[in-house]
């Protein structure tokens, strides 16, 4: 092993698991004085990361508090190092590692509220895509109608919970003045991730067009959508809620399957 | 082959500010007296949404150069492939001025810091740096920027000073320097240096751009936090550094604690001011 492969790796012990014995000998100084200097690396190596879970996780923080999120990001932070130069990737088990963390198992919707971010999150950073006019549809021969297939927004997705994460994600968003009243057992959430104007919206949308929606995001054909839809709410006109799919950019695209 | 100062660096291009999130309206709207902006690479290396959208209009009317954390020039895992090619997609999409990076490492064994760590000077080092500033120039095309970071650890081990590490680096590779001037005046005081004797030993045919930036001090050590203004010691060493380097393009480097515009284009135009006078001197000496 070089020399430099050597230092660089006791350094990481050092800052990740407390262990300075290997990289001091490498220091000058008195022990003490090598020690807080190896404290100042410990420190902003662990408060990088931990902004960058702030900055994605921002409804997280508000539900749990800063002291809570600060223990949380620690511990996250020793167990799922980053992998990656880029820190916007940074996070994204966070609401896989809430989920059987036992000082959060008081807050069960705390995990789908954290996936709920994350896809918020990978929206505000998402490709864009220009919408595209209802009357390119319109020259779609009715014989096809059941074949064509739809492209989700990338700056879109679909996400569903057994709890209301759309009200607890919108009373606690800072520019948020509406009602603030939270009925938690008001039941499961199916929900649309959505950016307009830069700015990434959170909506509940009907179940059945949930469904809908999710079938075609899936790459199933409009026919099959308007099944899975109409059979959650056999009075749904799926020619108006695709018009409103279509309207509000959800669906950015489409081609007709062979 | 030596090369003349000319024939290394690209033209200077004033006084400039880092590009941050806060201020993308207010420079859309006011078009403020800034000759240049730099943009931190990583910020951008995303598919679309708002820092793209911003910057792409921004980059209309300013020069851009980019600034980048993660190269992690220093570490001894093999380069990052991948990395490099989303920096070269992005070189291609923002044609900016110039490239820069620090002469640091970030990680190893594919985990990362997150913070620019400093190196030890020592021959195997500085050959390790050399070979890999030289494949990265290939992949780029063009003379990479390092920059000197702030450090809080000297290493046992380490054979010559960081300027003659960050000078032999420059000239062996042929790479251009981004000199900051806080981070030579953090570290001088974290490692009872001087300063001075730091910038007179950086050669003058490499220095593109310079960066000054605040700090916070906590008694016995410098933290570098880019948080706070630039303080009076180290608008000294840039004076000094002018006089020196001559016209290299200055800019405020501000990421935390981040104030209205204006408040930085006061600041840059202290340094415009203190640039003058020393080139003034210089010419009526």
């Known amino acids: 092993m070089s020399a430099l492969r050597d230092l660089q790796q006791d350094f990481m012990t050092a800052v990740f698991s407390a262990k300075k014995a290997a990289l001091a000998r490498h220091l000058v100084g008195t022990a003490s004085e090598r020690a807080w200097r190896i404290d100042i690396y410990r420190n902003n190596a662990v408060s990088n990361l931990s902004s960058a879970l702030e900055s994605a996780y921002p409804v997280i923080v508000k539900l749990v508090g800063a002291e809570f999120f600060r223990y949380a990001a620690q511990e996250y932070i020793s167990r799922y190092p980053s992998v990656s130069g880029d820190l916007h990737v940074f996070g994204e088990a966070f609401g896989a590692f809430l989920a059987p963390f036992p000082p959060a198992a008081q807050l069960p919707y705390l995990p789908d509220v954290a996936r709920l971010e994350w896809l918020c999150h990978k929206a505000y950073f998402a490709a864009d895509h220009a919408p595209f006019a209802l009357d390119r549809l319109k020259q779609v021969a009715p014989e096809h109608y059941g074949r064509l297939q739809f492209r989700l927004n990338p700056a879109c997705a679909l996400f569903e919970s057994a709890f209301p994460v759309d009200r607890i994600w919108q009373v606690n968003q800072d520019h948020h003045t509406g009602d603030q009243a939270l009925d938690l057992s008001s039941g499961a959430a199916t929900v649309v991730v959505k950016r307009e104007m830069y700015r990434v919206a959170v909506n509940a949308l009907p179940r059945s067009e949930w469904c809908g929606l999710h079938a075609l995001s899936t790459g199933h054909t409009f026919a099959t959508a308007c099944d899975v839809a109409l059979q959650i709410d056999p009075d749904l006109d799926p020619g108006a809620a695709l018009r409103r799919w279509v309207e509000e950019a959800i669906l950015v695209d489409f081609s007709i399957s062979a | ?285």
């Open chain 2, 1 to 285: 082959m030596p090369h003349h100062a000319e024939q290394l660096l690209h033209p200077p291009l004033g006084f400039g500010l880092g590009l941050r999130i806060p201020h993308y309206e207010a420079i859309l709207e006011s078009r403020p007296a800034v000759d240049w902006f730099e943009v931190l690479s990583e910020n951008y290396m995303v598919p679309g949404g708002k820092p793209r959208h911003y910057l792409d209009r921004i980059r209309e009317n300013y020069p851009i150069v980019m600034h980048g954390v993660s190269l992690s020039i220093g570490s001894s895992d093999p380069l990052n492939r991948d990395y490099l090619k989303q920096l070269k997609t992005l070189t291609d999409q923002i044609e900016p001025r110039w490239i820069s990076d620090h002469l640091c490492w970030t990680g190893v064994d594919s985990t990362n810091l997150h913070d620019l760590m400093p190196l030890p000077y020592t021959e195997e080092a500085l050959q390790h740096v050399v070979d890999r500033v030289s494949a990265v120039q290939d992949i780029l095309g063009c003379r990479l920027l390092l920059e000197n970071v702030s450090s809080y650890v000297t290493y046992k081990h380490s054979e010559m000073s960081e300027w003659d590490f960050l000078r032999e680096v420059a000239q062996r590779a042929d790479s251009l320097l981004l000199l900051d001037i806080n981070n030579i005046y953090v570290s001088s005081f974290n490692h009872g240096f001087d300063p001075v004797e730091y910038i007179d030993a950086i050669p003058v045919n490499r220095v593109q751009q310079f960066h000054l930036a605040g700090h916070r001090n906590q008694g016995g050590c410098i933290i570098d936090t880019h948080d706070e203004p630039v303080i009076d010691r180290v608008w000294e060493l840039y004076e000094h550094a002018v006089r020196r380097f001559g016209a290299v393009s200055t800019m405020i480097e501000r990421d935390d604690n981040i104030p209205p515009l204006e408040e930085l284009l006061a600041e840059l135009d202290r340094a415009r001011h203190i640039a003058k006078q020393a080139l003034t001197q210089i010419a009526d000496a």
